[in-house]
């Protein structure tokens, strides 16, 4: 079956510590997404990339980095610098860039303490 | 900047009532607008768009949704509510531009009575 997975489900970290999170999309797919979803604001884009070895910031980029070496992975680290990094992350792609219907994974959260 | 306001942060139905949940969104252009449906602890899941042509348009699970350019407005209803659709629902518009992306509601979290 095509989708996305995000691992692991839960995350704990202690303060200090940079932390990666997996995801992965079989779905061919170029355009790939990280969201952030805290309490009662929706949900906030991190980073995307359109396209392999490509990626630009959203809006809440800092204390987060990306790659996409691969056309089926955009792995998110969750650096020191975030200084609220307790949250759910969601994962997305699309077919490419642009209005299109994006899937999601089933999201990881994570807890910082 | 554009943004997208849902102002009913809970809401709650009988089962077999129908439902109306609103969205209403700040851009200046037609935008291109969808809800998504999320339940707990998991990923969205679209439940219908809009770009253009019909200003109302069917989604999955009976949900349909209108568009209405004068009042800024892209209401999601549904007839009659089953216990089922107890989830977070998210309106969300994609602006085109230097910065294109999706941009979400805070949502709205639909609670069914038995």
């Known amino acids: 079956d095509g989708g996305i997975t995000q691992s692991p489900k839960y995350l704990f970290r202690k303060e200090g510590q940079n932390v990666t999170l997996s995801c992965e999309q079989n779905?061919?797919?170029?355009?790939m997404y990280w969201y952030r979803q805290d309490p009662g604001q929706g949900l906030r884009l991190i980073y995307y990339?359109?396209?392999?070895?490509?990626?630009q910031k959203g809006d809440i980029a800092e204390g987060y980095s990306v790659s996409r070496e691969k056309k089926e992975s955009f792995p998110l680290t969750v650096t020191s610098a975030q200084k609220n990094p307790t949250a759910f992350y969601l994962c997305a792609s699309s077919i490419k860039s642009g209005p299109l219907e994006q899937y999601f994974g089933p999201g990881t959260r994570l807890t910082v303490t | 900047a554009q943004s997208v306001t849902q102002p009913d942060i809970h809401i709650t139905v009988s089962e077999g009532a129908s439902l109306e949940l609103r969205c209403n969104y700040s851009y200046g252009a037609t935008p291109y607008l969808f809800w998504y449906v999320q339940s707990p602890g998991q990923g969205l899941q679209l439940l219908l768009k809009y770009f253009s042509g019909d200003t109302l348009v069917q989604g999955i699970k009976g949900f349909e949704a209108e568009f209405k350019r004068s009042q800024s407005s892209f209401n999601l209803r549904k007839p009659s509510v089953h216990w089922s659709d107890a989830a977070e629902y998210f309106c969300?518009?994609?602006?085109?531009?230097?910065?294109?992306?999706?941009?979400f509601g805070t949502g709205t979290r639909l609670q069914v009575t038995l």
């Open positions: 779905l061919n797919h170029d355009a």
């Open positions: 969300a518009v994609y602006v085109t531009g230097t910065a294109s992306k999706l941009t």
């Open positions: 990339s359109q396209i392999v070895n490509d990626f």
